[in-house]
């Protein structure tokens, strides 16, 4: 994505208007303005179209097109953006452990990018749903990092570190993340098992996410959660219309008619 026009059309889509130079604020500011504005959804996978990884489809896709996407689009897109910009970046590909009970080691199906800048190493991770971090985090295990939405940090463990999230007073593991440097090939790899397994959770919920600078917004199935930044969480259960409306108005997705019946599925679900 090294085409200036590339550029133009990325900034636009998210309302950037800054510098464009490889800083520590550039990125800060990019790394708050993407998951603002370009919503982590996987509606393609329940729609058993696939995801196409090419970055002339996830241009298409997630900035002509208006949609959101999961990690393998949303930070390929942000690893090009900062490329194109002059950053020194890195791919790496983790293990989510985000609500999941302790088990065997799962493929690592999380990517995000370490920069490189001024001297120190930094993680920056645009495709983690609702609980992203809304600014590059330092790569410094055990430093404790408050943001606008949550506090990070990073703990070491062997060959990486692991991203926990302080929530409700205790730390909850979101990622391992190794940090010997990937290739596409790797991505293209685990981007198929995401999206086309069928035991892959993407196959099978209906999920957005988004944040914002006054708000977090998460939806799954029919249960919609706002986490106001200073504020209590709030939830309701939405119907098929009320998905649809969220999707459209919370979440700034172009919904299409074929949705529909997915919505209705969502809205029918009775779990916990």
């Known amino acids: ?162 991203l926990e999230v302080l929530r409700d007073g205790d730390w909850l593991p979101a990622w391992q993340m190794p940090l010997d440097p990937c290739e596409e090939a790797d991505f293209e790899l685990a981007n198929w098992w995401t999206s086309a397994h069928p035991s892959s959770h993407f196959r099978h919920n209906l999920l957005a996410a988004r944040t914002a600078p006054e708000a977090r917004y998460a939806l799954l199935h029919n249960r919609l959660t706002i986490r106001p930044v200073g504020g209590a969480p709030v939830k309701e259960v939405l119907d098929a219309d009320g998905i649809e409306r969220a999707l459209r108005d919370v979440f700034r997705l172009p919904v299409q008619p074929d949705w529909r019946p997915l919505i209705e599925r969502a809205a029918a679900y009775a779990g916990e």
Not at 24 to 43: C, G, Q, S, Y
Not at 56 to 64: E, P
Not at 91 to 112: E, F, M, S, Y
Request: charged letters at 20%.
């Open 1 to 162: 994505m090294a085409a200036m026009t590339d550029l133009d059309a990325y900034f636009a889509r998210i309302g950037y208007s800054g510098p464009r130079e490889p800083t520590l604020a550039v990125l800060r500011e990019l790394h708050a303005l993407h998951p603002a504005t370009i919503t982590f959804e996987a509606i393609d996978c329940l729609l058993d179209r696939g995801i196409d990884l090419s970055p002339d489809a996830v241009a298409a896709k997630l900035i002509q097109g208006g949609r959101g996407g999961y990690c393998f689009e949303q930070n390929g897109l942000f690893f090009r953006v900062l490329q194109a910009l002059g950053f020194q970046v890195t791919p790496l590909a983790g293990r989510v452990v985000w609500n999941l009970p302790p088990g065997p080691a799962r493929p690592r199906t999380h990517r995000v990018t370490r920069v490189e800048l001024d001297g120190e190493s930094w993680i920056a991770d645009v495709g983690f749903g609702s609980a992203i971090p809304s600014e590059p985090l330092r790569l410094a295990p055990g430093l404790v990092q408050e943001t606008r939405h949550d506090t990070y940090r990073l703990t070491a463990y062997p060959p990486g570190v692991v």
